[in-house]
């Protein structure tokens, strides 16, 4: 289903189905037998959403049988290389002392529960209001806890999630690590995106941080756009009709290192093969870095 101006969804429709399908691939990616990362909570959560092929690439029933539909293992890969490089950004933030975190659009991460944090931190999480209710009764109902204080805040990001974070206690004085994880990558039109951006930025303390993807998640290449239109065939020959093109918006995105960059925070930037290498993951293939996954870019930022 194409966007609308004012769409909203839940974790089985338009944007938030593709946080479950990210969800269901560190579930399979957590079952292998050397995992680069551990999600206990992934595999629950797609089983609790209830989407059919879903369950099965979070089981691990799709690794070998529609690797040239879906692009398995490698989609699997590279979400897993993606998890990890996100997760050591908040090991070394917490190891420089922020004890704020906010991560926004944060569908069905389970960072909150899953990661060893420090005492004395707070876990802020934005999404829409059904993700968010979803995904904290859904953890509740399996017994699982927040390994940190855990404030999930339910609201649109067109909207002025700024002033809702504050309302549910976020300190715009103390250093914050944030996380922008798959939603700089084509689900806002460009200007959302340079307004959630400049949010954050005048939430940001000095010494706050910020980790983000950015680009186009359906590539810009005409092999890229190729490559994720049989992507979506199929989703749709395994009984979904998930079309990736349709949920973003098309154009030139924001590039989040040189915006940040040019307002003063000191910024390093990375690419899909360093984040494989990183994580201890095979090569990239040639014809893996051609497509869409190409076109995404990962950037860590420190406010100095």
């Known amino acids: 289903m194409a966007r609308t101006e004012r769409d909203s969804w839940d974790a089985a429709t338009s944007v938030g189905a593709t946080a479950t399908m990210v969800a269901a691939a560190r579930a399979a990616a957590s079952r292998r037998a050397q995992p680069v990362i551990n999600d206990p909570f992934a595999e629950p959560l797609v089983r609790a959403v209830g989407i059919d092929v879903f369950n099965r690439m979070a089981a691990g029933e799709l690794e070998s049988d529609n690797d040239e539909e879906l692009g398995l293992p490698r989609m699997t890969d590279t979400f897993a290389a993606r998890a990890r490089f996100f997760d050591d950004y908040f090991t070394q933030a917490a190891a420089a002392g922020l004890r704020q975190i906010v991560i926004v659009a944060a569908g069905l991460d389970s960072r909150a529960y899953r990661l060893a944090w420090p005492a004395g931190t707070t876990v802020y999480e934005i999404d829409q209001p059904e993700v968010v209710e979803f995904k904290t009764a859904t953890l509740s109902g399996l017994g699982a806890t927040p390994a940190a204080a855990h404030r999930p805040v339910g609201i ?55 980790a983000a993807d950015h680009g186009s998640v359906t590539g810009t290449s005409d092999e890229a756009r190729e490559q994720a239109q049989k992507m979506s065939e199929g989703w749709r020959r395994n009984g979904l009709d998930l079309d990736i093109a349709e949920l ?57």
Request: net charge negative.
């Open 156 to 210: 649109d990001l067109r909207d002025d999630w700024p002033n809702a974070l504050r309302a549910a206690g976020f300190d715009a004085s103390q250093p914050t690590a944030w996380l922008a994880e798959g939603v700089l990558i084509g689900f806002l039109p460009p200007e959302a995106e340079v307004r959630l951006l400049d949010n954050i930025i005048s939430l940001s303390a000095a010494g706050s941080r910020l």
């Open 248 to 304: 973003t918006y098309p154009g030139e995105h924001t590039d989040v290192a040189a915006h940040l960059g040019d307002r003063g925070w000191d910024v390093q930037r990375f690419r899909l093969p360093e984040l494989f290498a990183a994580a201890g993951l095979p090569e990239l293939a040639a014809a893996d870095q051609r497509g869409p996954s190409a076109a995404i870019s990962f950037v860590t930022a420190i406010r100095t």
